[in-house]
């Protein structure tokens, strides 16, 4: 798989990562023999960004099963204390973890639970809390120069606040849902990451399921699935959305792809230095993923589906 300058503080990733967002349960069971199977397997496809900045405690461990013997091949990211999936009803645990005086203590937490000694790009959340922005990446310097965490990531900003963190501590990499369907990123994060030469971790490349065109209505997501709390899961704007994925459907077919895979291969058009990091509990799922990168679409095809989902106002 080609290898990508995430950034331009000697950040290197494969071109795709692996979310691990699935592995925690929140879009449906995720079975844990299964789990580690997708994460082995994605090592063994070349993939080297595993993204935990959205896992549990669980998945960290996991995880560090699965690296155990394969460290020099996984470029691990991690949020502060990761977050713990409640069902349904809330995300737990980010915004006290992101707290400037718990970011040590979430910081030893995961690297504990993943039995290595560094995490090789720690994110944060400096708007979480409302604390400054500069004591947040003041904490996370300093777990830097102790040589807890390679580089820093930061997650939740604007723009003038994200020059503002990179003012306090150098960023490496903006994580950022970024896809086909979500392409806020576009209008001032990405060019604001390139011109402070920072990465992109983007994140819900697939968004969350729905670009693959396998959900079509809210009745299949289950009862603890975090889903049923993002309006765009709603039945209405569901009903909406699904014509603007016809039309990128029609694409596929002319290029006789799969959806999914033609999502991720726009994704991966869009710049060497955007890593998208697919999320998937199943080992079919990784094994279409990964061929995604062997995808050029023509200038043409671009245009087409830029069309069918364009770039919305604000």
Request: aromatic content about 4%; proline content about 6%.
């Amino acid at each position: 798989m080609r290898r990508v300058s995430l950034g331009g503080q000697g950040l290197v990733s494969t071109s795709l990562g692996l979310g691990c967002t699935a592995l925690t349960g929140a879009y449906g069971p995720a079975d844990p023999d299964e789990a580690m199977r997708v994460v082995l397997r994605a090592l063994d496809g070349g993939v080297s960004l595993i993204d935990l900045i959205d896992a549990d405690g669980e998945a960290e461990r996991l995880v560090g099963k699965a690296v155990a013997h394969r460290r020099d091949e996984a470029l691990i990211a991690a949020g502060p204390g990761s977050v713990r999936w409640a069902g349904a009803a809330r995300w737990e645990g980010r915004d006290c973890a992101s707290r400037p005086e718990d970011l040590g203590r979430a910081c030893d937490a995961s690297l504990a639970r993943l039995g290595v000694e560094r995490i090789d790009l720690f994110v944060v959340d400096p708007g979480a809390t409302g604390a400054p922005i500069e004591e947040t990446m003041g904490v996370a310097g300093r777990l830097q120069d102790a040589g807890k965490i390679a580089h820093i990531g930061v997650r939740g900003l604007d723009g003038h606040r994200l020059r503002r963190a990179h003012a306090a501590r150098p960023v490496a990499a903006v994580a950022v849902e970024y896809s086909l369907w979500q392409r806020r990123a576009e209008r001032e994060l990405l060019p604001l990451a390139r011109e402070l030469g920072m990465g992109v971790v983007a994140g819900r490349p697939l968004g969350r399921g729905f670009l693959t065109g396998r959900i079509t209505s809210p009745v299949q997501l289950g009862p603890g699935d975090v889903r049923r709390l993002d309006p765009r899961f709603s039945p209405e704007s569901l009903e909406a959305e699904l014509l603007r994925l016809r039309d990128a459907q029609r694409v596929a077919a002319d290029m006789d792809v799969g959806m999914g895979r033609l999502a991720i291969a726009w994704l991966l058009g869009r710049g060497g230095d955007i890593v998208p990091v697919p999320s998937t509990r199943d080992l079919v799922h990784l094994e279409m993923n990964l061929t995604a990168t062997g995808i050029l679409l023509p200038e043409p095809i671009k245009a087409r589906l830029a069309r069918a989902f364009p770039l919305k106002e604000d």
